[in-house]
Structure formats: structure tokens, C-alpha cells
């Protein structure tokens, strides 16, 4: 996909370069053209030559997977963003605020979307890019104060225990968006208990984990993580749909149905939305796994095991490739302590994206 765009030679000279090698080192490994394409050790030498590395990357130290990922698809959104040079959006005033905060998070938060597409959009956030919404509710008068927040992948804490404790993802995920008492103090009452939770109001196509696994010592967090191969759904943990004859109140119908007509990229049909990244079962198969091994994540070694399109496996160590049957990938004993990166796909669309 990315050698069939072009990057904008309007943004940062290092982002451009950065994205034409990616796209022929991307080519170049589909092709399997080790001896006239471009290699990663290759690409990792250009970017070196030409400077665009700096000084976090341009070194021979170990460096962490995810923030090379991020520091990657940044670099990339950089080059294709289309909205590159927009002035920014004014922030919300206090009278906006409110009304946004009496809207149904569902249509908040697509008004919310289109804020940030304004700024940010290109083909990675359509593929990439999720949102959640954190409410903080008073529990003495319930006034509520919610933020929405774009991400492109969601990192999960993992809890410090025994190298022979197992948690799960579904576990992980509960607890990321559990909803838990804060001290917080509230403007409207002055009250000082409340409680906060997240939900996700977008999810992608292609979804990313990142399991925390750094202790605050600077050492390695080893708890197995189970983690399913296919029917991940995470309906539970996003907000359910919202249809506006739900709504007793003639006068928030009009509201909702104002807001929504602001929202010109708003993909709202009739009573409901039928955007895919909002419409529910939210179901997911993995296609790759990035693994750490060693004591530290200062040290070690990553390998990763992907999935091609025909559904086979594979494990990639340096410039080893070799095939791996799917029992193992699900073998209690092969490194569920050393999972740091997941990659999902939504399973129940007609659009796939494999490894």
C-alpha cells in the first residue's frame, strides 16, 4: 500500500526520504529480491548515511521494538498526511464543552473524530488509528467530564509477579478499562469522590498491543500472557451503538440530530452509524507476534512470528525465516513470558491486511 502513495514533498525532507527507502525495502521484501533490492541492513545504512536516524537510532545499542514502531509510523504519517500545514482547530469553549458533554458519547465522540481528522489523515489512520473516550463522573452529583483521545496502538500493563504466572489479554483489557475510584474534585458540587473508566468508541482495522514489560529497576517484566490466535472480540470494552429513538426528549433529538449534520464526514445513515470501525462485533485475529528475549529490555534479542495471506506462519529471526505450525505458536511453554508486540486484524470485514 505505501508504494502505490506518494509522500508529500511539501512536509520535513527526512520523513519523505524516510518513506521512499521504507516503500522499496517494502517492495523489495514481497519480491524476495535479497540481491538487487534493498535489504533492512541496507535501509538501516542509508537512513544512517543520510542523517535521518539522529542521534536515538544512530548507534548500535539495543534499542526498544515499540519505540522504533512508533518513531516509524510517526515518520510515515508525517510523509502521507494529507492535512499537513492545516492551521489548528480552535479549542472548544466552556459553552461548546457543555453541550458536547450532554451529547451521546457515540455521537460526541464522532464529532470528536472529525477534529482530529482535520489535523490528521491519511491512509494509516484508516487502518491504524483507534479513539477512546475517559469520563470521570462526580458520584455526588454525576456531573461527568470526558476527554477523547486518538491512539495507534494501546499499551497494557502487565502485573509484576513469578515467571510461572499467567495472565490474559482479556484480563489485561479489563483492567485497562475498568472503572475505578479517584480523588478528583468536582467543579460543579466541589464534591471530591468520583470514578473514571474507558471505552472505546473507534476501533481499526488493524489493531495493536503493546504489553508494558519494564519495571521501574530497568528490568524485565516476565508474566506469560495467553493470548488467543482468533475470535479476540472486543465488543465488551467499546461503547455500545447508539439509535436515536432511544431518546424520550424531543429537544436532545433535535440536538443530536444537529450535531451530526455539523460533522460533515460523518458517516451517520438514517437512525444510526455505519461506520465499520464503529459498528459492532468488534472481532480480531492475530497475524503477528514480536517477541523479546532476555533479562532486560536494554539487552536481548526480538524475533517475530507473522502470518502470510495463504494463513501460514512463519518465525523471523535475523535473516532466518522458517515455518512454524500453529500448535506452536499456542504452546504454553513457547515464550508467553517474552510477548511484547500483538498485531490483530479485524476478522469479520470483507477488507483483510495480512503480514
Not at 234 to 262: D, G
Request: net charge positive.
Amino acid at each position: 500500500m505505501i508504494s502505490k502513495s506518494r509522500p508529500r514533498r511539501s512536509v520535513d525532507s527526512d520523513a519523505s526520504v524516510f518513506a521512499d527507502h521504507y516503500a522499496k525495502l517494502m517492495r523489495s521484501l514481497w519480491k524476495g529480491d535479497s540481491q538487487f533490492g534493498l535489504t533492512p541492513r541496507n535501509f538501516r545504512g542509508f537512513m544512517r548515511g543520510a542523517k535521518v536516524f539522529g542521534e536515538d537510532w544512530d548507534n548500535e545499542l539495543q534499542q526498544d521494538a515499540h519505540d522504533f514502531l512508533v518513531w516509524t509510523w510517526n515518520f510515515l504519517q508525517e510523509a502521507f498526511n494529507t492535512c499537513h500545514g492545516k492551521t489548528n482547530l480552535n479549542n472548544l469553549t466552556p459553552s461548546e464543552e457543555e453541550f458536547r458533554e450532554s451529547l451521546p458519547v457515540p455521537i460526541a465522540a464522532l464529532k470528536e473524530w472529525e477534529r482530529y481528522l482535520h489535523a490528521e489523515r491519511s491512509f494509516l489512520t484508516s487502518i491504524f488509528t483507534g479513539q477512546h473516550a475517559s469520563r470521570i463522573a462526580c458520584q455526588t452529583c454525576k456531573y461527568t467530564a470526558t476527554t477523547y483521545e486518538a491512539w495507534n496502538d494501546i499499551s497494557l500493563g502487565l502485573p509484576k509477579t513469578t515467571q510461572t504466572s499467567v495472565e490474559s489479554l482479556h484480563k489485561a483489557l479489563r483492567h485497562y478499562t475498568k472503572s475505578e475510584e479517584i480523588e478528583w474534585k468536582c467543579s460543579k458540587c466541589q464534591g471530591s469522590k468520583a470514578r473514571k473508566g474507558i471505552q472505546f468508541t473507534r476501533l481499526p482495522n488493524v489493531l495493536v498491543f503493546h504489553l508494558k514489560r519494564s519495571n521501574n529497576a530497568g528490568g524485565k517484566i516476565t508474566t506469560s500472557l495467553e493470548f488467543p490466535l482468533e475470535g479476540l472480540d472486543m465488543t465488551p470494552f467499546a461503547v455500545e451503538s447508539y439509535r436515536l429513538e432511544n431518546e424520550e426528549s424531543e429537544t436532545q433529538k433535535a440536538q443530536i440530530k444537529r450535531a451530526t449534520l455539523e460533522s460533515e464526514r460523518s458517516l451517520m445513515c438514517q437512525n444510526y452509524i455505519k461506520s465499520v470501525q464503529t459498528t459492532p462485533p468488534y472481532l480480531y485475529r492475530c497475524f503477528a507476534i514480536i517477541r523479546h528475549k532476555g533479562a532486560s529490555l536494554n539487552s536481548g534479542h526480538y524475533t517475530t512470528d507473522a502470518r502470510d495471506q495463504f494463513g501460514k506462519w512463519y518465525t523471523f529471526d535475523d535473516s532466518n525465516v522458517l515455518p512454524i505450525e500453529t500448535r506452536a505458536l499456542v504452546d504454553k511453554e513457547r515464550d508467553k513470558n517474552n510477548a511484547f508486540i500483538l498485531f490483530y486484524e479485524r476478522s469479520n470485514l470483507q477488507q483483510k491486511f495480512s503480514a
